[in-house]
């Protein structure tokens, strides 16, 4: 069973100012595709889940480029360059290889 | 443009049953892996079940939590994915949604399980 750890839990973030999200896996995620089917979702107060970010760095259709994903083999990280209000939630990565898939606990961003 | 529309969540008694429904939109339904995923204050986002297409045999797979409870099934006729629950446990209170295998997500709906 594959097990994500996100680190920070909370993340507290003045406007303007970048913000950094861990993901580390405890196994590796190349499926045997070659591809690595590791995603990032953002999930406001209220609101549906949102994709921003799947296979470690495509950003999905309508994610601000601010947005971008990097990583390789267990080791996985989110960043936002220049933090913004309507950033505020809970970011989850998500691996989709093999079902049940694994989720990050979630980290909150909220504005410092 | 893709739509996800849950519907069927409620009250219900600790025991009981509910179907919940999604009916989906602006793409290829019949082609698509759905996903159901609750989101619990508490607990955050938890996967519940998954179905793949037809054409990939219609394959369930379900989370622990809800394995020989819940049951996952589509309609590709009608372009609706449904989430059958069976003895429901106040645990299993939660906003549902649908998603497509995690790209595309509805809105919810929120299944209460109380006496």
């Known amino acids: 069973e594959i097990v994500l750890t996100q680190t920070p839990l909370s993340l507290s973030v003045t406007l303007g100012q970048p913000a950094s999200i861990s993901c580390k896996s405890s196994q590796g995620l190349v499926h045997t595709n070659g591809k690595t089917h590791l995603s990032w979702l953002q999930q406001r107060p209220g609101q549906p889940p949102r994709l921003l970010i799947f296979e470690i760095s495509n950003r999905f259709s309508g994610v601000p480029d601010r947005f971008s994903g990097s990583g390789a083999g267990t080791d996985f990280t989110l960043k936002i360059s220049r933090v913004e209000a309507e950033d505020v939630g809970v970011y989850y990565c998500v691996e989709v290889t093999q079902f049940p898939y694994a989720l990050g606990q979630g980290t909150k961003l909220e504005i410092k | 443009e893709v739509q996800l529309v849950e519907s069927g969540g409620g009250l219900v008694k600790p025991g009981g049953s509910l179907r919940l429904s999604c009916a989906a939109s602006?793409?290829?339904?019949?082609?698509?892996?759905m996903a159901w995923v609750r989101h619990t204050p508490g607990k955050g986002l938890e996967w519940v079940g998954r179905i793949m297409s037809k054409i990939d045999g219609e394959t369930t797979d379900y989370a622990a939590p809800v394995k020989g409870r819940f049951s996952i099934s589509r309609d590709d006729s009608k372009n609706t994915l449904y989430l059958q629950m069976n003895s429901l446990k106040t645990e299993d209170t939660a906003v549902y949604y649908c998603?497509?295998?995690?790209?595309?997500w509805g809105q919810g709906t929120l299944v209460t399980v109380s006496s």
């Open positions: 998603t497509t295998d995690h790209y595309h």
């Open positions: 602006g793409f290829t339904f019949s082609n698509a892996w």
